[in-house]
Each structure stands twice: as C-alpha cells, then as structure tokens.
C-alpha cells in the first residue's frame, strides 16, 4: 500500500486525474526560421545538445517555453580556440545556444486542434560543430 502512494505522489496523480482529451502533437509543424548555429559557438569551437520544454495550445500557439536541460550540462568544446575557453566564455556560449533553441521554438507553429487540450512538449537539439566547408557558407545568423 505504502509503495502504491508514494508512486502514485512521485508520477504527480494523487490529486488530479488525466487531461480529458490528451493528445499526441503530430509532425510537420511549421517554422518561419531555421535554426541557426551560434556565432560565437563557431567561433570557439563548442556544440552541445539543448532540450526545451513548452506547451502547445489548441490554437498551435507556443507558450511556457522552459529549458528541460539547458545547454551548459552537455557543452563541449572540440577544439582550443585561439583564445582559451574561460568560464565566463563558457558561460555566454551556453546561453546563446539556449537563446537561439528558444528563439528558433518561438518561430514555430503546430497544427490547431480546437477541442483539445494544450500538450507539453520535450524538444531536443543537437549543435554538432559543422565541418569548415559548413562554415563558409554560413552567415551565422549575422
């Protein structure tokens, strides 16, 4: 009995049953950007994986948009850049990647579906550093 309440506390249903109209959010969405890969990422040599949460409304409109793991917990950096990595770095690298994952989520728009209820959604993105004949076509979102 013990175990039962405590799972039932730990999965957040004591209290509150199921939406009544849970749903999938189905694929394609559209977005009016594309996800572009920082600057100064490129520039010192760092990728890392970003998962956003957000909800998605009946009307397809995107709102509560929160990092689940933000950047900073995977960052990498795959090379020494001309000038070393300090924290401070680090830190301004991470939050741009956050920055562009949210700014690229904002662009987006999921079909409506009147009637239902909004979804939550665990979105992530993998920056892989390109390959230097990536680079040189990309404007690097300047």
Same mark, same amino acid.
């Given at each position: 009995?013990?175990? %039962?309440?405590?799972?039932?506390?730990?999965?957040?249903?004591?209290?509150?049953?199921?939406?009544?109209?849970?749903?999938?959010?189905?694929? =394609?969405?559209?977005?009016?950007?594309?996800?572009?890969?920082? /600057?100064?990422?490129? !520039?010192?040599?760092?990728?890392?994986? %970003?998962?956003?949460?957000?909800? %998605?409304?009946? #009307?397809? @409109?995107?709102? #509560?948009?929160?990092?689940?793991?933000?950047?900073?917990?995977?960052?990498?950096?795959? !090379?020494?850049? =001309?000038? +070393?990595?300090?924290?401070?770095?680090?830190?301004?690298?991470?939050? +741009?990647?956050?920055?562009?994952?949210?700014?690229?989520?904002? /662009?987006?728009? &999921?079909?409506?579906?009147?009637?239902? #209820?909004?979804?939550? %959604?665990?979105?992530?993105?993998?920056?892989? &550093?390109?390959?230097? @004949?990536?680079?040189? @076509?990309?404007?690097?979102? !300047?």
């Amino acid at each position: 009995m013990t175990a %039962v309440c405590l799972g039932t506390i730990l999965a957040g249903c004591a209290t509150k049953p199921p939406p009544p109209n849970p749903r999938s959010v189905e694929m =394609p969405w559209k977005c009016k950007t594309k996800v572009r890969y920082p /600057s100064l990422a490129l !520039r010192t040599y760092f990728e890392t994986t %970003v998962i956003m949460d957000f909800w %998605v409304q009946a #009307d397809g @409109s995107i709102t #509560d948009l929160a990092p689940y793991q933000p950047a900073n917990r995977l960052l990498k950096q795959i !090379r020494t850049a =001309p000038s +070393a990595a300090n924290e401070a770095t680090r830190t301004n690298v991470a939050n +741009a990647f956050d920055k562009e994952v949210a700014r690229f989520i904002q /662009s987006c728009r &999921f079909p409506p579906a009147p009637g239902f #209820d909004p979804a939550k %959604v665990r979105l992530p993105l993998q920056f892989t &550093f390109p390959s230097s @004949s990536d680079t040189s @076509s990309n404007d690097n979102g !300047r």
